[in-house]
Nanobody, 124 residues
Framework: QLQLVESGGGLVQPGGSLTLSCATS????????IEWFRQAPGKEREAVLC????????VYPDSVKGRFSISRDNAKNTVYLQMNSLKPEDTALYYC?????????????????WGQGTQVTVSS
């Protein structure tokens, strides 16, 4: 059974940092592309970062460039989202999603399995 479990969310002050983890099981992570999405209240789910099975990453919204980064440890079956210089507008439910293959997508409909999400709240 393919499974993704996010963790690491919480309440953080503006300017702070968080590291989210996406623990995977039931498949060989090195064969899969994993993306992080987020969804704020009243807004559509948007792609944030991609970790391709080939080892490269893609950043989607300009708003996180230079602040967020993605990495993976295939041996630990985990993908990480490092978030620095957090802003209130980063507040959202963060999800990781998986698709077999090497291509990043950025589209919700291209991902067949998802985690349950972890809440990130940036507030003073």
């Amino acid at each position: 059974q393919l499974q993704l479990v996010e963790s690491g969310g919480g309440l953080v002050q503006p300017g702070g940092s968080l590291t989210l983890s996406c623990a995977t099981s039931g498949f060989t992570l090195s064969d899969y592309t994993i993306e992080w999405f987020r969804q704020a209240p009243g807004k559509e789910r948007e792609a944030v970062l991609c970790s391709s099975s080939l080892g490269f990453s893609t950043v989607y919204p300009d708003s996180v460039k230079g602040r967020f980064s993605i990495s993976r440890d295939n041996a630990k079956n985990t993908v990480y989202l490092q978030m620095n210089s957090l802003k209130p507008e980063d507040t959202a439910l963060y999800y990781c999603a998986g698709r077999r293959g090497r291509d990043c997508s950025g589209s919700v409909r291209d991902f067949s399995f998802w985690g349950q999400g972890t809440q990130v709240t940036v507030s003073s």
